[in-house]
């Protein structure tokens, strides 16, 4: 069954280290894979888009993706996290040109 | 072009009452969802309507939960005899995959409260 996967409920990490947010899918026809965030109180936005060609793309707010198709990965990073970058991530996918799957969400805490 | 709009953005019902909410997607995307998030949890997946293919409601936690789309466009999410575990914020998204439109627009959502 198709599905999307976010391992990590929770992170926390300290304002200026990296980040990087994992996401998994299922098997089988590669989706086309999307990260969106989610600040408190606020809606949710399209912070990058991966359909095919070169795998690192690149987002708002200085987010990068990379997807490995080896690992069914489509992980989120960031060189350097800021204090604004605290809000919750969702990694979804649309199969087959059809329904779109997200998963459960990591929360991102950021220490100063 | 507007956005997903979502009406109300707040309600308060009491419990055992039938709420009806709504959601305007982006005029010609083709496809609808409902989301349902609860305080502190990720997206629920409710319902989704493509065109005019049968929706798949295999999301809807019980049969109090009803949703339509009118003329492929308006959709309605209708609960009836809420419940205080009804109590969160229902989101609305909508694209247009066969267009090319893959990515989801989301509408700013109704916080229902069931008292």
């Known amino acids: 069954a198709q599905s999307v996967t976010q391992p990590d409920i929770h992170i926390t990490v300290s304002e200026g280290a990296s980040l990087e947010l994992r996401c998994n899918y299922s098997?089988?026809?590669?989706?086309?894979l999307f990260w969106y965030v989610q600040s408190p109180g606020q809606g949710l936005q399209l912070l990058l888009k991966?359909?095919?060609?070169?795998?690192l793309v690149q987002g708002i707010k200085g987010f990068e993706a990379e997807f490995k198709r080896s690992q069914s990965s489509f992980n989120l990073r960031k060189p350097s996290v800021h204090w604004s970058d605290a809000a919750e991530y969702f990694c979804?996918?649309?199969?087959?040109?059809?329904?779109?799957?997200f998963g459960s969400g990591t929360k991102l805490n950021v220490k100063p | 072009g507007a956005g997903v709009s979502q009406s109300p953005s707040n309600k308060v019902t009491e419990k055992g009452k039938d709420v009806e909410l709504r959601c305007d997607p982006i005029?010609?995307?083709?496809?609808l969802y409902w989301y349902r998030q609860s305080l502190g949890q990720g997206l629920e997946f409710l319902i989704y309507?493509?065109?005019?293919?049968?929706?798949?409601k295999s999301g809807l936690p019980s049969d109090r939960f009803s949703a339509e789309r009118t003329g492929g466009s308006v959709s309605t999410l209708t609960i009836q005899r809420t419940q205080q575990e009804d109590s969160a914020v229902y989101l609305c998204?909508?694209?247009?995959?066969?267009?090319?439109?893959?990515?989801?627009?989301f509408g700013p959502g109704t916080r229902l409260t069931v008292t």
């Open positions: 998204a909508s694209s247009s995959p066969l267009a090319g439109l893959y990515e989801q627009y």
């Open positions: 098997y089988g026809a590669t989706p086309y």
């Open positions: 991966y359909f095919s060609g070169d795998t």
């Open positions: 979804g996918g649309l199969y087959n040109f059809n329904k779109f799957y």
């Open positions: 005029s010609g995307h083709t496809a």
């Open positions: 309507f493509q065109g005019n293919s049968a929706p798949d």
